[in-house]
């Protein structure tokens, strides 16, 4: 790709994920942290929605922040499916030409980016917890962790167009809602027949879960020292005289006490919440990873050398079958 | 059902620690592993292989050092290994790497190319999904089990997403993502170990084995590059303390008071 050719790419894109008729949390934080490279970079913010024409949310991605919304169409883009969609986006970027593409790290985001990035031989930066635009260059600075969530890395595309990054969900903030309009682009896409590879045979959902922890204002979550399934029955208990409800470690997830919907870090969920009290959690950088970012961290731990200590606002060393029974009952006169 | 398993070799990153003073990298003594999701993908090839029949390949792009990992797989069962090592491969990227994984497939007889879902030194998950489109065949990310049809034309997976999952069917010849629930990995017996290392061999490939235009592999092929990378920026600790009972409880309750949670 030749300098020149680098010119022509302008804009920055993200692709909206729709879930049952509803547009993805995480492509509204994109289009909030879009709005806001764009406003450092002088450009503009497109939504990308590839869709089977029944549900078209125009007016809500142009309420947070799309300055045009492209609705790519075709019956068999109806539901998320890997070629399809990889076939609808490679049309826009081909005739949109894009100088940034961000997804969400979502299940769908980290399938379908990289398959388009290498059918258009560009990068990718996977999982990005910082975008920002570097002043000289223009380039995008995608920065995200590795190394287990022990190390930052900044990564550049520099000399490839669009410059393509999946971002980690519940890390970028989505713009305040606006009374705005949008450009309207509807681009037919045609599928060939060997795209129709994979057919989805069922759909089954996860039993309902109670609050999604991801959007908790209070997380009580337990590790390995709760020592047993039973044990979380206390930090229900707690979580719900706060408002809130249980997270877990991956221990406690690979131990089968919690599902896997419930786990915090590097391998489970980035959570954020106004508290996170932390019982029998050790705190490997996995897991902080996934929780530093809470307003006040409590930690009980009965190991005064856990790492969790390391980021806790208050570090209980002590046993979570004496410390919990007695914070429930001193929460429940508290909050009669 | 011959299965080509993509495997790599990584640093155990739960070994990894911080250094709590200069907030870098604790590398030393730091185990190398399979990578998990990998491992859980070569159990379910091998798997397969006993009850279907077919060989299973174990391919990786590494060091020299790989071939320990190598080893490994062919004591777990692995009919072959194949270690891609060249310093044409430098530097690669993502894109580079599964341009090079790509060529090596090629060369290869294969019904199914079984990645894991992502390794946990890069945590990019993007590798297989790259090495699926440059071999035009689709993918399902994300497998949690798989099992083949009738007449091993199609195999049937179940694909997880955050909220629910699918029961996909995809044609032969396709590329699966294993996620570590995929198959609990084997204990490696004695004998097979014995026979791994002293009876079978690591197959080394350069890119001179490949049909591929370098200007793809390593750096040169490369569109991303690591402008620079930081430790973690680290939040100054709060009060630890010894309490258990009434007292702890208080401190919590005088904490959420503070910060009008209560």
Known sequence: MSLENIKDYKGIFVFIEMTDGEVADVGLELLGEAGRLAKAAASTVTALVPGDGSVKPYEKLAAYGADRVVYLQNPALGAYATLPYTRALQKAVEELKPEILLFGASPIGRDLAPRLSARLRTGLTADCTGLEIEAASGNLLMTRPAFGGNLMATIVCGEHRPQMATVRPGVMQRAAKKDAQAEILEIPVEIPEEDFAVEILETVMNPPSKLNIREAKVLVSGGRGMASPEGFGILEEIAALLGGTIASSRAAVDAGWQPKDRQVGQTGQTVRPDLYIACGISGAIQHVAGMEESGIIIAINKDENAPIFGIADLGIVGNVNSVLPELKRQLESATA | ?262
């Not at chain 2, 891609?84 to 430098?90: E, P, Y």
């Not at chain 2, 290869?108 to 030194?121: E, N, P, S």
């Not at chain 2, 699918?166 to 014995?194: D, H, I, N, W």
């Not at chain 2, 390593?218 to 973690?232: A, D, I, M, Q, Y």
């Open chain 2, 1 to 262: 059902m011959n299965i080509v398993v993509c495997i790599k070799q990584v640093p155990d990153t739960t070994e990894v620690r911080l250094d709590p003073v200069t907030g870098t990298l604790i590398r030393d003594g730091v185990p190398s592993i399979m990578n998990p999701d990998d491992k859980a993908g070569l159990e379910a090839a091998l798997r397969l292989r006993e009850k279907y029949g077919g060989h299973v390949t174990a391919l990786s792009m590494g060091p020299p050092q790989a071939a320990t990992m190598m080893r490994e797989a062919l004591a777990m069962g692995a009919d072959r290994a194949i270690l891609l090592g060249d310093r044409a491969f430098a530097g690669s990227d993502t894109l580079a790497t599964s341009s090079a994984i790509a060529a090596a497939i090629r060369k290869l007889d294969y019904d199914i190319v079984i990645t894991g879902r992502q390794a946990i030194d890069g945590d990019t998950a993007q590798v297989g999904p790259q090495i699926a489109e440059h071999l035009s065949i689709p993918n399902i990310s994300y497998a949690q089990e798989i099992t083949p049809s009738e007449d091993r034309a199609s195999v049937t997976v179940k694909r997880v997403f955050d909220d629910r999952y699918q029961m996909q069917r995809v044609k032969l010849p396709c590329l699966l993502t294993a996620l570590s629930e995929l198959a609990e990995p084997r204990y490696l017996s004695p004998g097979r170990v014995f026979d791994a290392w002293r009876e079978m061999k690591v197959e080394n490939w350069t890119s001179a084995d490949l049909d591929i235009n370098p200007a793809v592999l390593g750096l040169k092929g490369s569109p991303t590059r690591v402008k620079k990378s930081f430790p973690k920026a680290v939040k100054p600790a709060g009060a630890v303390i010894r309490l258990e009972g009434r007292e702890a409880a208080e401190a919590v309750l005088r904490k959420l008071k503070e910060n009008f949670i209560l």
